[in-house]
């Protein structure tokens, strides 16, 4: 009686599995020739480039002091000729005092023709090195 019930249900699965294959392979058929439509936006991207701006934890501007050397500093653009970018993006809005004061970021950033008014957020890497996001505010950024 096992064995009939056993070889009841293995017939059933191999009479469905033709159905299953034709369904997915139609609905491959129906998928490529759907037309693309003139005004279909196509693809959405989600991509933010003020996304790394996101995830910056806190800095204390005695960090920001402890900067020594320019060679210490990397000054990162974001969004160049974008418009998306807000000075209350990022976590350097408490920091640019300190920036300003620095020297050696100060010099970081004037070769790379920003100021402390272009800072958008800042990530230490170590004790005394750091990366500084910039977007040309109100710098002479001509790259």
Known sequence: MNTSIIAAAALAVLALA????ATSVQAQV??????????????????????????????YPEEIAAVDHPTKV??????????????SDGN????????AANPAIQQALAEQSFGPEDVVGVRMTGPDTGNIFVHPFQSTYHR
């Open 92 to 99: 350097a809005g408490s920091l640019r005092a300190a920036i």
């Open 18 to 21: 033709p159905i299953a294959t």
């Open 74 to 87: 990397w000054v990162t653009p974001i969004c160049i000729n974008e418009d998306s970018v807000f000075r």
């Open 30 to 59: 129906r998928q490529q020739t759907t037309p693309n439509y003139p005004d279909d936006p196509g693809p959405v991207s989600t991509f933010s480039c003020t996304e790394a701006l996101g995830h910056l934890r806190r800095v």
